[in-house]
Structure formats: structure tokens, C-alpha cells
């Protein structure tokens, strides 16, 4: 992620983009990146209800209360299943990143 990116990448290292972290793209020290890129969608849960268990299973993990939970402890609410059609929208300025990433899954 975006996050946690390193001052180096090795040649067998990428960097997974979030569709809510696009619009950092446009920075140059981004833009220089982006051969490095791949589309990041984890999917943690499929609708709103798991997304809630989830938290409360967080919470009742970490021993705390739901509004004591910090960001850190949960999952982001985007984590849920989004079909290809979807990704690609978000990624169309993009077409690298997705073909990128089509080309590692197909060599899996």
C-alpha cells in the first residue's frame, strides 16, 4: 500500500494501489512509480451486516468497547467484493496498472 512504501523496490516488488488512494497519482513522486503499481482491493466482507460482526468481533478481540476501536484495529468499509467491471472503471485513467496487474495473476 501507499502507506508503506520503501525508499527502493527490488525488481520483484510492487506497490498495491486502494481505488481511494487514486487520486494521489497524480503527484510526481507517484507518477514516477507507477511501472511499479498493481490494483490492492482485499475483500474482507460481502455486505454491510459482516462488515458490522466484524467490527464486534474486533472489538471482543482487542477487549474493548465498538467505540473505543481505532482505525487501526479494523478493516477499511471498502473491503468488500467489487466486481471487475467496477475495478476497471476506477482504474481507467490507469490501463498500466490493470494490465499489470492481469499479467502477474495470469503468471500464478
Do not use: W
Not at 468481533?57 to 467496477?86: G, P
Not at 475495478?87 to 502477474?104: G, H, L, M, S, V
Amino acid at each position: 500500500p501507499m502507506s508503506n512504501i520503501p525508499a527502493e523496490l527490488k525488481e520483484n516488488e510492487f506497490i498495491g494501489i486502494r481505488i481511494e488512494e487514486l487520486n494521489f497519482l497524480i503527484r510526481p513522486e507517484y507518477q514516477k512509480l507507477l511501472s511499479k503499481m498493481l490494483v490492492l482491493h482485499p475483500v474482507t466482507f460481502s455486505t454491510d451486516e459482516e462488515y458490522e460482526l466484524h467490527k464486534i468481533l474486533r472489538a471482543i478481540d482487542n477487549n474493548t468497547l465498538l467505540s473505543k476501536l481505532t482505525k487501526r484495529e479494523v478493516c477499511r468499509k471498502t473491503e468488500y467484493f467489487v466486481n471487475e467491471q467496477a475495478i476497471a472503471k476506477a482504474f481507467e485513467r490507469y490501463p498500466e496498472i490493470i494490465q499489470r496487474t492481469k499479467d502477474i495473476l495470469a503468471q500464478c
